[in-house]
């Protein structure tokens, strides 16, 4: 089994900021990319922001100068900071990441259950 749990997501004016945090754990080979995702309602999801094994990042357009996504391999963890939220970033946050569970399988996606992001104006 694998699990990913997200955390840092509430409440927060316009201007703000926060910091999201996913920990993967479970029969954990390795983490490829992890990233992270979000879905306003009525919206599809969407991608926010990845990050390779090796530290390279990408963004959508959106949030380029405003989030930054990390990772800690040793934690199985990965990270976005968030500035300048603005109404629009409002969503729920979901976090995903590309594991293989051993050297005799592929590597599977594996979703969160996403954490609230809430930004008024």
């Known amino acids: 089994q694998v699990q990913l749990v997200e955390s840092g997501g509430g409440l927060v004016q316009a201007g703000g900021s926060l910091r999201l945090s996913c920990a993967a754990s479970g029969s954990i080979l390795r983490i490829n990319v992890m990233g992270w995702y979000r879905q306003a309602p009525g919206n599809q999801r969407e991608l926010v922001a990845v990050?390779?094994?090796?530290?390279?990042?990408n963004y959508q357009d959106s949030v380029k100068g405003r989030f930054t996504i990390s990772r800690d391999n040793a934690k199985n963890t990965v990270y976005l900071q968030m500035n300048s939220l603005n109404p629009d970033d409002t969503a729920v946050y979901y976090c995903?990441?590309?594991?293989?569970?051993?050297?005799?399988?592929?590597?599977?996606?594996?979703w969160g259950k996403g954490t609230l992001v809430t930004v008024s104006s």
């Open positions: 995903n990441a590309n594991i293989a569970r051993s050297r005799w399988s592929g590597s599977m996606n594996y």
């Open positions: 990050i390779t094994s090796g530290g390279t990042p």
